[in-house]
């Protein structure tokens, strides 16, 4: 059954006709070419078509498109220029992946780094994890462990996770260096 | 995928109305258990009526120092909430080792309940499934048994629930609230259900998962004030480290007089059963006992004795006894 609905996807708002049984990774993909979320096992299983749902990561595979509008929905396209980049307007995590050889055919990437931004502000707001030493502790320290667990949604078939849990790390230190910058500098 | 009609309702007793009228409508919450269904073929509602927005999305206190959680309250958020880190440490651990990142996010309370089970022949529509097809026949009885239940099955189903944090909430005491057609005891028509009793064991209708009758709507889940719950835990065995679902899961509560005999005790086990199984007979025999290692032991034999496992998972008896086990020595050190 077709129903008209509005999305807005990386800033800009689209009109568009869908079947209700329209996944948003459907719509992004075969409607609006945007094919940055990948379809790898449709069944909310392997985490490559992870989007931002109002700056929460979630599987495109498993929202029905009708019932996410006016949500705001930020594909990994979407974070080139709008994720503080500088320079080739990559979002830090993208330069991280690629500084770090963090994959090899890339199919699972886009999804990984939805992930990975979506997983760094869980961590910012003192979410804690399955492998929380103490669940109560108010900061959580982004350890090797830390990161595959909260990354444990997206799988990779190449096995680059040697890579990827740095390409991570790596812009998670940098920016808890910059939190303990900005709070010196408040001080 | 079956074609279907999307629908919003205003109010919940809208809802309620509009899905106890349609045959074949379903409620949508966060969709990350339905939609899959839906693919599968395994659902096939005609209409979805939309409830996310209807419930509340927040966690509120009670004067008398209870939590109600509102059925729309998202599996991160219940997990992340300071109050249920520090108050009842068991559930945020349950919904955080339950899913990925991801599905917590859109996974909502309500439906986290409501899951169906993951047992392959359920989800597979080439396979006989009582419960998918009462009369059909059940495949795990001469197939894979390793996720099955060796608690409370019966000869038409022997498939487990799924959900992690309903074991905590079993263990925890606690209770549901539904909106119903009918009206309830409550306040405007609540209906009140310990959570212990929400889902069914299968008998010869393992199609009911739980007690809820056509058109109810979970709006709220409250847990009790907390008393010795503050040193509790959730321990989980799975086939790998993350992102899956149990063979054999505990939630357990432990208070140790100062002589080190068990004041009281909540356990309730997952993997195991077609519900959250709370081990009252666990309970029983340790309240009063010294709080060793042999107690332990012995309280969960005495629970097991009941067990009948399967071929395929007769290994979840012992898998079983040693997780209870290695979850009460554990709080003993955390009270310690």
């Keep these: ?187 | 995928m079956k074609p279907f009609r999307y629908e919003h309702a205003d109010t919940v007793a809208a809802a309620v109305t509009a899905l106890a009228e349609e045959p074949e409508a379903a409620y949508l919450a966060g969709g990350t258990n339905l939609v899959d269904l839906m693919r599968l073929d395994v659902a096939t509602p005609e209409v979805l009526i939309d409830v996310r927005r209807l419930t509340s999305d927040r966690i509120e206190e009670l004067p008398d120092g209870s939590l109600r959680i509102g059925a729309a309250v998202p599996n991160s958020d219940l997990a992340a909430d300071r109050r249920i880190r520090r108050r009842y440490p068991v559930l945020s651990q349950a919904v955080l080792s339950g899913a990925s990142g991801q599905l917590r996010n859109l996974a909502t309370t309500g439906g986290n309940l409501l899951q169906r089970t993951r047992c392959a022949y359920f989800q597979n529509v080439t396979t006989p499934c009582n419960k998918r097809e009462p009369g059909s026949g059940c495949s795990a009885l001469e197939g894979y048994q390793r996720d099955m239940a060796i608690l409370g099955a019966s000869p038409s189903c022997v498939a487990t629930h799924p959900s992690d944090m309903a074991v905590a909430l079993a263990a925890l005491d606690a209770t549901v609230c539904v909106q119903g057609a009918e009206g309830g005891q409550g306040p405007d028509g609540e209906l009140r259900i310990p959570l212990t009793e929400l889902h069914r064991l299968p008998g010869d209708s393992p199609e009911r998962d739980t007690v809820l009758r056509r058109g109810e709507l979970i709006t709220a889940v409250e847990l009790p004030p907390p008393d010795f719950t503050a040193t509790s835990r959730y321990r989980k065995v799975r086939d790998r480290a993350s992102y899956a679902f149990a063979l054999v899961s505990v939630a357990a509560a432990l208070d140790v007089a100062d002589g080190g005999t068990v004041r009281d005790v909540r356990i309730a086990l997952g993997g195991v059963a077609h519900k959250p199984w709370r081990a009252w007979k666990a309970e029983e025999s340790l309240r009063g006992a010294p709080a060793t290692w042999d107690s332990f032991r012995d309280a969960a034999a005495a629970e097991l004795a009941q067990a009948e496992p399967l071929p395929g998972n007769a290994f979840k008896m012992a898998l079983a006894r040693n997780t209870v086990v290695a979850t009460l020595l554990d709080l003993m050190e955390a009270a310690r």
């Design chain 1, 1 to 187: 059954m077709d129903v008209e609905i509005t999305l807005r996807v990386d800033g800009t708002d689209h009109r568009l006709t869908v079947d209700t049984r329209t996944t948003l990774l459907d719509a992004l993909r075969e409607r609006l070419g945007n094919t940055s979320p990948k379809k790898g096992c449709d069944h909310g299983q392997c985490g490559a078509c992870t989007i931002l749902l109002d700056d929460r990561r979630a599987l495109g595979c498993l929202a029905l498109a009708v019932a996410h509008q006016g949500a705001d929905i930020v594909t990994a396209a979407g974070l080139v220029n709008g994720g503080g980049g500088e320079g080739d307007g990559l979002h830090p995590l993208q330069r991280s992946f690629i500084a770090h050889d963090a994959f090899q055919c890339g199919y699972c990437t886009p999804g990984q780094i939805c992930s990975a931004v979506g997983m760094l502000r869980e961590a910012a707001a003192g979410w804690p994890s399955a492998v929380a030493k103490d669940p109560n502790a108010a900061d959580v320290v982004l350890d090797d462990e830390e990161i595959a667990e909260r990354m444990s949604g997206n799988l990779c078939r190449c096995a680059a996770y040697a890579n990827i849990v740095p390409a991570i790390a790596d812009v998670a230190h940098r920016d808890e260096v910059a939190a303990h910058r900005d709070e010196g500098a408040r001080r």
